[in-house]
């Protein structure tokens, strides 16, 4: 367990040795040189505050953040929540940010992160967590190894090893709040007025023995550590010109554009090779030739609100709201001296909101609901002071899914929507988008579930100090793609002068919608979800060879397979050079599905 540790060894003959201020780091192997001199028990040497600036025992090099660092040193509070992976960055050889990182000029996103000895998993690709880490407030050390590691370890460029914190003797709590406002902000200089922006991350913390009155006290045995946090984010308004049909143009009047727009109907040979068309008297469209399929659009329709055709509405966008929370629960027990069990179960959930364009019920926000989960258990087992072994496992659960708003009114006829479906998507020319186009079926979840085994067993033998152990990881991932409701397209094309050379700048988007005249339209049936199913299989030998007091070998082999991805419903395929194509003949080079025939 991460702390500090006073450390005493006696032997008959010899005096007692005592060792006080041992630090024992997360992710680090901490050495005590002790040197006893003959004397009686009844006498003792004690060595106060020992540093170690040379690591002795091995070549890895790493940066560890105690306690007093990671509570010390500032976090960018700026729109965002505090990560617990911002400090990457002051480890040597590490460039890049929190979601995409390089270690010594390594792969991108090619890192790990542990906590308490159980990883983080990403089926869809590991080093990054995308936000999803635990709070910052619930971890109190963590080291950052960057290379020359164990073979304890393997899979990445570097590993972060998060040490969560625990429960003590002594009952303790503590809460904040980080705020950023407005408010207390002033403007810049060549800003008019202070922007909108209002931060709120706040939580408590608590920690100490289980005590049940009458019933069990845990001193000195069994542990707790209970964290929650909030996060908040409230922006300003985006404002910004868009082009909106004005009240005229929903009545077939176009006569405000500065331009013609012409009839799809009246094509007709030019006379030199090419076609030619009829503009509408007046750009107005007779009413009656108003499509069936647009008019019930037309009630629904934002208008322009500011004068013109082009440039004629103030879209304000407010700052979609954010609000997230995570918790994270601890419990420590010691069985005796030789058994320790360490539980702990991390909850994420966050709302990651898009604000729509327009208002009114073509606008189409949506929100990304977050959630994941993750139960961590291991178990330290001292079967003899020189042979111990450490079992830990992991389950983890993520998922993220979108919800467009607003959903269609049974109210509305048209046989171009579903009722309590979003809308479809409505492209015109020149104007932004409305409608979604897609249904609320998108799923994507990087663990669907996710399973993490390990086992190692270390022990030291005069010299050598043995490691072997085992790391199993099973890794799903669940994507369901959302549906094409229906997404219409409408250019100047269909109200233009085919072959005039102004052609790109005659005619009118809206013109063609009212006409109904497309430019081209898309739907998707039916899209099945799919499940890749991939995994990570490791074995490892590590001997620390300490020849003498100026030389130490760290000789280690890990054997690594990393299981590709395939699909146990057969719904993914690859192209296989191998394979006989029948629809060529036979000739070598066809699909090949990557079904469950892989031990997953």
Not at 101 to 125: H, I, K, S
Not at 330 to 351: C, I, L, P, Q, T
Not at 517 to 530: G, H, I, K, N, Y
């Amino acid at each position: 367990v991460v702390s500090t540790y006073r450390v005493s060894a006696e032997k008959q003959g010899f005096k007692v040795a005592v060792s006080d201020d041992v630090d024992v780091h997360e992710g680090q192997t901490s050495v005590v040189d002790i040197h006893m001199t003959v004397g009686a028990m009844t006498q003792s040497v004690t060595v106060q505050s020992i540093v170690a600036p040379l690591t002795e025992d091995k070549g890895d090099r790493s940066l560890v953040l105690q306690t007093e660092t990671v509570s010390e040193l500032p976090l960018e509070v700026a729109g965002s929540q505090r990560l617990d992976d911002s400090f990457l960055e002051l480890s040597p050889g590490v460039t890049g940010n929190t979601f995409s990182a390089r270690l010594n000029g390594g792969p991108d996103q090619n890192q790990d992160f542990y906590y308490d000895g159980a990883p983080y998993m990403n089926a869809d690709g590991g080093g990054r967590q995308e936000g999803g880490g635990p709070p910052v407030d619930a971890i109190d050390e963590y080291s950052i190894v960057t290379n020359a590691y164990s073979a304890q370890y393997g899979r990445s460029t570097g590993m972060l090893n998060f040490h969560m914190r625990s429960g003590t003797n002594q009952l303790h709590g503590s809460g904040w709040e980080y705020v950023r406002n407005n408010d207390l902000d002033a403007r810049g200089f060549f800003s008019p007025s202070v922007g909108t922006e209002k931060q709120n991350e706040f939580g408590v913390r608590v920690g100490g023995p289980v005590y049940i009155p009458k019933l069990y006290n845990g001193k000195d045995k069994t542990f707790f550590f209970f964290l929650i946090d909030w996060f908040k984010f409230r922006g300003g308004v985006s404002t910004n010109l868009e082009t909106l049909p004005t009240q005229q143009m929903l009545q077939g009047n176009f006569s405000q554009l500065p331009f013609a727009i012409y009839d799809p109907l009246t094509d007709a040979p030019d006379g030199r090779g090419g076609v030619t068309r009829t503009a509408f008297t007046g750009n107005i469209i007779p009413q009656n030739r108003l499509s069936a399929l647009s008019a019930p659009f037309m009630g629904i329709m934002p208008v322009a609100t500011l004068p013109g055709v082009f440039n004629n509405a103030l879209a304000s966008v407010p700052t979609a709201p954010t609000n997230n929370r995570g918790w994270d629960a601890k419990m420590d027990h010691n069985f005796g001296s030789r058994a320790v069990a360490h539980a702990s179960y991390y909850s994420w959930g966050e709302v990651e909101p898009t604000s729509p364009v327009v208002s009114g019920p073509l606008g189409a926000g949506n929100n990304f609901d977050v959630s994941s989960h993750e139960p961590r258990l291991s178990l330290d087992l001292t079967l003899r002071p020189n042979l111990q072994n450490q079992m830990s496992g992991s389950y983890q659960w993520g998922y993220g899914a979108r919800f467009f708003f607003p959903l269609v009114p049974s109210s509305f006829n048209s046989p171009l929507v579903t009722a309590g479906q979003p809308w479809p998507s409505l492209s015109i020319q020149d104007m932004p988008g409305f409608g979604a186009g897609s249904n609320n079926g998108q799923i994507s979840a990087g663990c669907w579930p996710c399973f993490y085994f390990a086992d190692n067993l270390k022990w030291i033998k005069g010299k050598h100090s043995f490691t072997f152990g085992t790391e199993m990881r099973w890794e799903d991932e669940r994507d369901a793609f959302a549906t094409n409701i229906g997404s219409y397209s409408f250019g100047n094309g269909t109200t233009t002068l085919p072959d005039s050379p102004n052609f790109g700048s005659l005619g009118w988007g809206f013109a063609g919608f009212y006409l109904g005249s497309l430019d081209q339209a898309s739907e998707t049936a039916f899209v099945r979800s799919r499940t890749t199913d991939t995994g990570y299989r490791a074995f490892y030998a590590q001997d620390d060879f300490k020849v003498n007091s100026r030389l130490t070998l760290n000789l280690g082999l890990r054997w690594e397979w990393g299981i590709p991805a395939h699909d146990s419903t057969n719904m993914m395929s690859t192209f296989d050079p191998s394979v006989p194509n029948p629809g060529a003949g036979g000739l070598l080079g066809s699909a090949k599905n990557l079904a469950s025939t892989l031990i997953a």
